[in-house]
């Protein structure tokens, strides 16, 4: 008897994940993890019209569209922000081997993005990275609040008062893993 109450209150507790609190407060990084999506593409695959790139980068920005299906899809939830419009270039006045970029709100509720690249940084970990910023953005991260907080996977830098993500960091590494990969099996 004692094990049949025990096991019917056992069926009545809402059954819920442990650390739950914990994983919804983590940055996670975006992306299409879509097996059938991570084929190279042969074709042209163009940005979306509200991101613009210096002439020289398209090149580099093409490869990175054919070979990496993490960049297209960081690309895809992009070109669907429509009040966005992001602006990439070369910079002085960003660290030589980093990048920053700059997110400015309009009134009109439009969201410009000014991103920055080092002269010596590795372009496409560089333009991955801050395009997942853009992207925790739209998505409505709170930076803040999570670098105020253990475990969260962001964190502030006190000199700056930027942030820095782990979500941004890791998809930056996949892009690149993936560019780097198309390469060598071609």
Known sequence: MATWIGVMLLLT??????QQRLASAVVHPFG??????RAIVSGRVGLPPNV??????A??????LRSSPTFRAQCSRIGRAGRLHVTVERSLSASPQAAVTHLTRLDNGRLQAEVELGLFGDPVLLI????????EQLDGVDL???????????RADSRTG???????IAIGKRVAR???GAVARR
């Open 178 to 180: 993936e560019v780097s």
């Open 13 to 18: 507790i809402p059954a819920a994940p442990a």
């Open 128 to 135: 991955a990275h801050e395009f997942e910023h853009i992207i």
């Open 52 to 57: 613009t790139v210096p002439s020289s980068f």
């Open 162 to 168: 930027q942030f820095e993500t782990e979500r941004a």
């Open 59 to 64: 090149d580099l920005v093409d490869a990175m």
């Open 32 to 37: 299409d993890e879509d097996p059938d999506v």
């Open 144 to 154: 803040g609040a999570m670098a105020d907080r253990s475990g969260t996977g962001v």
